[in-house]
């Protein structure tokens, strides 16, 4: 996952589960500001074999900050400035299609915006000029080609494609609104893919998105979604996005 130039650091946000790696070696860590304020955690500067990466705890850590109110744009903004150019961002899902259930691992290749009311772009306010970026294909499909190949290389259950669809939380969904979501092409769901994916896009950053299946989504099973079913598919499922990452950065 390396640019071409070198070793510029690959970013990795990390999500509900991933508060820290552990095979990260840890070589400083970092308090930051940006224009756009505080982003939610320090930076941990480290490397990942012999990748240089940043990485930053997107809900804090401890994990204190809800899904709604991430200041995204910090997020992006310190990964940016930390010198990351590819942003693994790890988002934790509720499964909507039919194999993609709890502990699976998803690299969507696209997504769906159901998200209100968040700071989703860099460009507001004294502008010199009004901005439309391109967003056809929210994912680097080269940086989702690298997933794809170490989650191969790991032997863990995954999917190399899946739309995923963005919601406000932090409240889970209704039945109804997963049934609608898997009308409009949604695979899975998660609180976090945006405007995080949108962000990185505008500020030139390749961002890829690593998806883990903590739960059927509302509906798709008969009991209703419990924290100890999603804290148990974090256990299962984390050792093999844990292995992805680090497999992704020999590459
Ligand atoms: N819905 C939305 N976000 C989620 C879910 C879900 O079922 N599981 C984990 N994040």
Not at 158 to 164: C, M, N, W
Not at 165 to 179: C, N, S, Y
Request: glycine share 12%; net charge negative.
């Amino acid at each position: 996952m390396t640019e071409q130039s070198g070793k510029s650091p690959v970013g990795i946000i990390g999500g509900t589960g991933l508060t820290s790696l552990s095979d990260l070696r840890i070589t400083g860590e970092e308090s930051v500001t940006t224009a756009w304020g505080e982003p939610s955690s320090s930076l941990l500067r480290g490397q990942l074999g012999d990748q240089p990466v940043v990485f930053l705890s997107r809900h804090g850590n401890p994990h204190r900050i809800p899904p709604h109110q991430v200041n995204y744009r910090a997020n992006i903004q310190a990964l940016h400035d930390a010198g990351a150019r590819v942003v693994v961002g790890v988002n934790a899902v509720g499964g909507i299609h039919g194999d993609m259930g709890p502990a699976h691992i998803v690299v969507p290749d696209q997504l769906i915006d159901y998200t209100w009311g968040r700071e989703s772009t860099f460009f507001e306010g004294d502008l010199a000029e009004v901005t439309h970026i391109d967003f056809t294909w929210p994912y680097d499909q080269e940086a989702r080609e690298v997933l794809i190949e170490s989650a191969r290389l790991a032997g863990v259950p995954f999917s190399a494609f899946g739309v995923y669809g963005a919601t406000q939380g932090p409240r889970l969904e209704t039945a109804a609104e997963i049934r609608r979501m898997e009308r409009d092409g949604c695979d899975i769901v998660g609180m976090t893919g945006m405007p995080e994916a949108v962000l990185a896009a505008e500020r030139g950053l390749r961002y890829v998105s690593l998806g883990l299946v903590v739960n059927w989504a509302a509906g798709k099973t008969d009991h209703i979604i419990t924290m100890a079913e999603i804290e148990e598919a974090i256990a299962q499922g984390m050792s093999g996005v844990k292995q992805i990452l680090e497999g992704s950065m020999e590459k």
